[in-house]
């Protein structure tokens, strides 16, 4: 009989490469860790890994197995919490990963709230950007996934439950002393001959589309996906950016003003669950608390 310990180290084992780097990332001993691959080789009658030098591979089984492996434990997880709630004992356990500006507006709120009407249920958090993120939520990492997306690209989430939380519009940011800071909007075209920050490729891919449509490409001075950082160089009068509103309302923008830009520049901005994981009474309340936040 396969069990999920065996599974949950297989799985360690395959993205380390070695029994060594998947016990620390178990907080394990790496006997331990040969120890159930063996027990997880016998149970499956069949090899599961080559040995080559310090190094892992998975057999053709091993691979078939490992495919299996993140759905196996993600409805193990749901049976486990929906078996306890239907057997009263009013508790539950969620975890949520988040991007770091929502974990800073949407999830205290939520989390808040979800504690006063389910005291029992107990969340954790951990930051990560999507698609890190949502790898995590697909590898049985975590049970809820704040995320955004930017653009149409819902087939990439087609194996999830997506729950739409609102739209995050993007706002221009230059220095105080700039000479659009008094500006109630700009167009990205007033913008072309500025220097920018910016986030990384991905982050940024909407907001080059749009200045090529408008006849330029921007000039990226500096890089960086940490929002204050990107304030405080706009701030120093080093150029402009663009960032979400939700960015903007845990971070007080000194020496920077905000404008509004056209064309409108918009992030979708979803809470994500595997199908299977939607059940689970204590994952369908962080969901429900997740939304009434985002519309308050």
């Given at each position: ?267 979708e901005i979803v809470a994500l669950t595997l199908p299977d994981l939607a059940q689970v009474p204590a994952v369908a309340a962080t969901l429900e608390q997740l939304t009434l936040a985002a519309h308050?």
């Open positions: 009989m396969i069990e999920a310990r065996h599974l949950r180290v297989l799985r360690a084992v395959a993205a380390t490469g070695s029994f060594s780097a998947a016990a620390r990332r178990l907080g394990c001993t790496q006997p331990a860790v040969s120890q159930q691959m063996k027990a997880l080789e016998t149970s499956a009658g069949t090899p599961l890994l080559i040995r080559t030098g310090r190094e892992m591979r998975l057999t053709q089984a091993g691979a078939a197995l490992v495919r299996h492996a993140s759905g196996i434990l993600a409805g193990l997880t749901a049976a486990e919490e929906e078996i306890a709630a239907i057997a009263g004992l009013r508790a539950g356990r969620v975890r949520l990963v988040s991007f770091p500006s929502g974990s800073s507006t949407l999830v205290p709120a939520a989390l808040a709230a979800l504690r006063a009407a389910h005291p029992g249920t107990r969340v954790s958090l951990v930051d990560a950007e999507p698609p890190r993120s949502v790898e995590m939520l697909r590898e049985g990492d975590c049970d809820v996934a704040l995320a955004f997306r930017y653009g149409a690209t819902a087939a990439e989430w087609d194996d999830l439950i997506v729950r739409p939380l609102l739209t995050d519009r993007l706002v221009g940011l230059v220095p105080e002393g700039h000479r659009l800071a008094d500006s109630a909007t700009v167009t990205i075209g007033d913008l072309a001959d500025e220097p920018w920050i910016a986030g990384c490729p991905r982050c940024r891919r909407q907001l080059v589309e749009v200045c090529e449509e408008a006849g330029f490409t921007p000039r990226i001075d500096f890089a960086t996906d940490d929002y204050p950082a990107v304030i405080g160089l706009v701030g120093a009068g080093l150029g402009v950016a663009v960032l979400p509103e939700l960015a903007m309302e845990s971070v007080r923008p000194k020496g920077a003003r905000t404008v509004t830009v056209e064309p409108s520049l918009h992030r308050r």
